[in-house]
């Protein structure tokens, strides 16, 4: 059973960047097709980024596209989402998810793996 766990959420104003991150434990990434999400209280789950298993493949939200950038190191098991540009509208709580699949998908009813989520708030 892979079990993730996602660091690296905080306090940023504005403009500023984060990075978060995404390790897997009782697992190998290297077999699943990652992907972040995020939610804010009152509002469905949305699709941010997600990567295919080799990494070669990559789909972003149109709300982050030019500013964030999936990337994965199968080596170390961790997938991390490096957000530039931060805007107060992308204030949310921060899922991992893991799928076993070569493919990349946005569709969150195809993961099978969930971490609990890190909290990211972006201030004007």
């Known amino acids: 059973q892979v079990q993730l766990v996602e660091s690296g959420g905080g306090l940023v104003q504005a403009g500023g960047s984060l990075r978060v991150s995404c390790t897997a434990s009782?697992?190998?990434?290297?077999?699943?097709?990652m992907a972040w999400f995020r939610q804010v209280p009152g509002k469905e789950r949305e699709s941010v980024a997600a990567i295919s298993r080799s990494g070669v493949n990559t789909i972003y939200a149109d709300s982050v596209k030019g500013r964030f950038t999936i990337s994965r190191d199968n080596a170390k098991n961790t997938v991390y989402l490096q957000m530039n540009s931060l805007k107060p509208e992308d204030t949310a709580v921060y899922y991992c998810?893991?799928?076993?699949?070569?493919?990349?998908?946005?569709?969150?009813?195809?993961?099978?793996?969930w971490g609990q989520g890190t909290q990211v708030t972006v201030s004007s």
């Open positions: 009782g697992g190998t990434i290297s077999t699943l097709a």
């Open positions: 998810a893991a799928r076993l699949s070569i493919f990349v998908s946005v569709n969150l009813q195809l993961y099978n793996y």
